[in-house]
Structure formats: structure tokens, C-alpha cells
Nanobody
């Protein structure tokens, strides 16, 4: 198992930016493909972005493409989500997730990930 801790959430005005971090511990970070998901009140958890074990492959939800950037630093055991041009529709709890996989594949389904952080709140005001 790998333990995940998100940070960097907060309150920001529409059009602003935030950078989320996901710090991993417990197992070798570069054995894991990673993802960001979010869940707004009353809605199901949805895919935001994913990155493979070495950062070569990334994948984004259409709703965030061109605004969000996922990255990772395996030397620091940390994954990031740079969020720009935020809108109120981006308001949600953001979760990072890990899946044991070393390939170019990225996964968009929450059920395929077996390690989750506790989440960090992102609130975008209009």
C-alpha cells in the first residue's frame, strides 16, 4: 500500500489558479500510475486527470483540458495538479489516487485505483 496526502486546496476567485500536491509514502512511488479525481456535493466522483508511472503519458477530462496540468516528480514522491482559469464548476473535493502499474497506460475509472488520499477542498467563487 502507498499512503497519499493531498494539499494545496483553498478558496480562489473565478479565473484564478491553484496548485494541488499529492505526497506519497510507504511504497516505491514510481511503481504507481496516478490520478486526480473530484467530487462535488450531490455528484459522483469524476475523473480529472491521470499520469503514468514515469510521466510520459497523461490524460485529461474534457472539462479541464487546456486549463489543468498533471505532473509528477518521482524523486520527491509527489504528484501535482496545476489548475488555471478556474470556474465555479471546478468547486469540489479533489482526491489523488494510485494504482500499481508500470506502463504507458492511464486509467480514468475510480474503481481501478486502490489507494486514495483524504481529499482537499477547492472552492471557486464567482
Amino acid at each position: 500500500q502507498v499512503q497519499l496526502v493531498e494539499s494545496g486546496g483553498g478558496l480562489v476567485q473565478a479565473g484564478g489558479s491553484l496548485r494541488l500536491s499529492c505526497a506519497a509514502s510507504g511504497r516505491t512511488f514510481n511503481n504507481y500510475a496516478m490520478g486526480w479525481f473530484r467530487q462535488a456535493p450531490g455528484k459522483e466522483r469524476e475523473f480529472v486527470a491521470a499520469i503514468n508511472w514515469n510521466g510520459v503519458s497523461t490524460n485529461y477530462a474534457d472539462s479541464v483540458k487546456g486549463r489543468f496540468t498533471i505532473s509528477r516528480d518521482n524523486a520527491k514522491n509527489t504528484m501535482y495538479l496545476q489548475m488555471n482559469s478556474l470556474t465555479p464548476e471546478d468547486t469540489a473535493v479533489y482526491y489523488c489516487a494510485a494504482r500499481w502499474e508500470r506502463s504507458t497506460h492511464t486509467d480514468v475509472y475510480p474503481s481501478l485505483y486502490d489507494n486514495w488520499g483524504q481529499g482537499t477542498q477547492v472552492t471557486v467563487s464567482s
